[in-house]
Structure formats: C-alpha cells, structure tokens
C-alpha cells in the first residue's frame, strides 16, 4: 500500500479473459489489489492466470479472488486447491463467508500450505453491502470474533472498520456517482466510506470498468481513496 | 419420489469425471436427486455434462449443484449463467445462502428465464450440520420468510423441517455409522432426520460414495429413508 500509494481494490467483474487482461493492464499500476470473480469467465484457461500474474508482477499488485467460500472443511478445501479454477495456486488472498464457522477457515489454510500454493490469507466477510442482506450484530460480533482467533485471516470484508486495527476493512459498495443497482446493490462515497466508517481499503467495480476511461478513474479513485486515508491516518492519536 | 420410491439425494463430492459418472451410473437407480459440486471436478469438461444428464434421464433422477450462491445479484446471476459451468444450462436445482437476502435469490429466478436454462428452483440454507455455524434462530427465521416469500424456492436445506409443508426439507450430514469428521462435519442416522426432525429428503455423502459397494449402500439407505418417510407421514393428521 505504502509504496504504491494506493489502499484501492478494483472489483473486475468482467466476463472474459480479454476484457481481465486489458482491465488489469489499464488498472494495474494504480492498485493495490484486483479483486477478480474468476468463474464468471467464460473462456477461462490456464494462460489467463499466467498472463495475469505476470501483470500482477509488473504492477505490484495482489490478486483477492472474490469466491465467497461458504461450505464445510472438507468442501471448501476441495473447492480452492481443486476443480478448474486452482484458486490456491494463483490468488493471494481469498473471500470466505463466516457462516460455517471457524473450521472452514481452518481447512482452507491447510491449503494453504501447499508447496504450490499462493495464497496466503483469507478476507472474512463480517458485514454486506446488499439490501435485505442478514447479517446482524450478533452474527458479525461472531465473525469477528473468528477473524481474531485465526491468523490466517487478514482482514475483514465489512461496511465499516470493527475498531480491531490488527484487521485490515475492505469496503466494497463505493462509487461516487452511483447510489444503487436494480438488484439490490446499495453505494456510498470513498470518503464516507474512509472517514466515516474507518475503512482501510476501498473496493470499487463498476464505477471503474464501466467508465469511459478506466485508468483515468482508477488514478481519481486512487487518490481520494488515499488523500482520505492519510490525513485519517494522521488524525488518529500514536498508539 | 414417488414414482422411484426414494427420497434419497446423494451427494457426488468426488474429484474426477470418471469417479462422477461412475457413482451416477451405480446410484443413479435408488435415487431422487443427485447433489453435485461441478467445481472440485479437476479434469471437468462439456462432455461430462452431456452424460451426467443422459444418466439422469436414464434413471429418473434431478440434478443439484450445490455451488451455494452467496453473493450480490448481479454476481450471482453471472455465477448460474456463465463461467466455465454454466450450471443454469444443466442443473435442475441450486443451492443458495439467505445471507444475502431476497435479491439474490429474485437475480437467480431471472436467469432461469432463459430458454437454454434447465434451472427449476432453488434450495435456501436455512441451517448448517457443521460444528460452530453462525446460523441462529433469527437468521434461520428470516430465511424461512425468504423461501416463503418466493415460489422459486422449493425447498430448504436444513437439519429439520420449519413446519410448512409448501417447502421440503433436505438434510445433509447423514450417516448410519459416522458421527463426525476431522474438520467439522456432524452426522445424524436416516431414522432420526426423518422422523424425529420431520425431514423429507436426506442427503448421503461419504457413506455411500465411499462405501465398499456404493450400489448396495445406496440400496440400504433408500430403502431406510423411504420406510422412515412412509411411516412418518402414514402417523401425519390428513390437512
């Protein structure tokens, strides 16, 4: 983060290796991570996460695969290191629900230690962005409360920061101009997002793979995102 | 059910096409549903879709995927649809987490609606078999409403029924021998889903897939479950 400057995830909720590869090209050198959704690609193949890390390498950036695991041990070890996607060979880091508790996580970073294996930490989702979503005090205090026992996780996928400053907030739901979809997606602003809700790391998606021109927005994006960061960062007393 | 006298589902958690269509061939007579995890078969391909489905037609059984959706509408609906499974096209049914609340589950109705798509319907989670869950009793409330509230949903995935008879009940985590495994899982005998938490359909994994002889296990466990479910509803008030 610090020396890209950057706390910016780009959602790339795209449908095809050429549309990942050109947005990662364009996005890359302004971001700290990509966040991909790698089974909506239609025509996936093992050359695309080549070509991928190889932008990953040439633009200091991690790969979040956004796979929002939600199974039992077994299963989602199976689901990570297996199938056609292999997520554990090629993502830093990995999306996971805290629904089915603690053992989940347990079994994916068994995975993790894999010789092949990439990934290195798990994001746990503690609060959701989408309208009519479940998640109440009680069940985010729990998923917490998980991350905190694991040091497999490294931060939290959450509409604000849980105070924990061993925890990293990811936020996604940001755009500056958008306020919902029709789908139940709701928005708020990088600024209310880092001032307000304590966020660390912003993740923006359609705002920037939607917009005209993509690696202008991400350099906008980028420095909000961080302007608002730092004189957070510098507002807060020295622990 | 009626037809095949069963209310057996198994659940085909194995890693390779061959094993897949193998277990499908041998089950595939004693049972209502098979239940699929498309994503842990490593050497997965069109062609296993083609044959998985001419087993099913064969046999008279329904296929779910159990992907476990759980993700904003618009993602999910690029989930069910696209990507390298396109379980949309091949799936009867799908499961689906309630955490993200109704959207999701109204975005997965509409890619049904397409003419390619098989998808009938969908089972919501609305309990867990697994050691340290974060469903609680006002989460699993909130997904009974949901599945209500959709004639999408068919039935739940749950360890007992919810009392309303529009939906049927589908329990995992069950064994006549295994009480557990190493990463979380918990397991309950056929007898005890059925008639003492009111299940209609148990769901068999290891236990079968993993049994000496799969065909006859399978045989064995129809017929308990189906004797359980008979004599259940034979003790049921006529509504």
């Known amino acids: 983060m610090e020396e890209k400057q950057s706390n910016l995830v780009v959602a790339a909720d795209v449908t095809t290796k050429r549309e990942l590869l050109a947005l990662a090209q364009k996005v890359g050198p302004e971001i700290a991570l990509l966040k991909t959704h790698m089974d909506i690609i239609t025509d996936f193949d093992w050359d695309l996460i080549i070509q991928l890390k190889q932008l990953a390498t040439t633009h200091k950036f991690l790969i979040i695969e956004d796979r929002k695991f939600a199974d039992i041990g077994s299963v989602v070890q199976l689901q990570c290191r297996d199938g056609m996607y292999k997520c554990a060979q090629w993502a830093d880091l990995v999306t996971v629900h805290a629904v089915c508790g603690l053992e989940s996580i347990k079994a994916l970073e068994m995975v993790a230690d894999d010789p092949n294996a990439t990934l290195r930490g ?9 309208k009519g979503n479940l ?16 040091n497999f996780v490294i931060g939290l996928i959450a509409q604000e ?8 907030t990811f936020t996604p739901g940001i755009s500056m101009s958008q306020k919902g979809d029709s789908l139940g997606q709701q ?13 660390d790391l912003i993740i923006v998606g359609r705002a920037i793979y939607n917009a005209a021109d993509p690696a202008t927005a991400t350099q906008e994006y980028r420095k909000i995102a961080w302007d608002a960061y730092k004189n ?3 507002s807060e007393p020295v622990s």
């Open 135 to 150: 998640i109440d005090s009680n069940y985010r205090n729990q998923a917490i409360a998980m991350a905190q026992d694991s």
């Open 161 to 168: 920061s849980c105070g924990d400053p061993t925890l990293l």
């Open 122 to 130: 798990i994001l746990l989702i503690s609060q959701l962005s989408c």
């Open 232 to 234: 957070r960062r510098l």
């Open 187 to 199: 928005y708020n602003s990088p600024e209310h997002a880092i001032h307000h809700n304590g966020t």
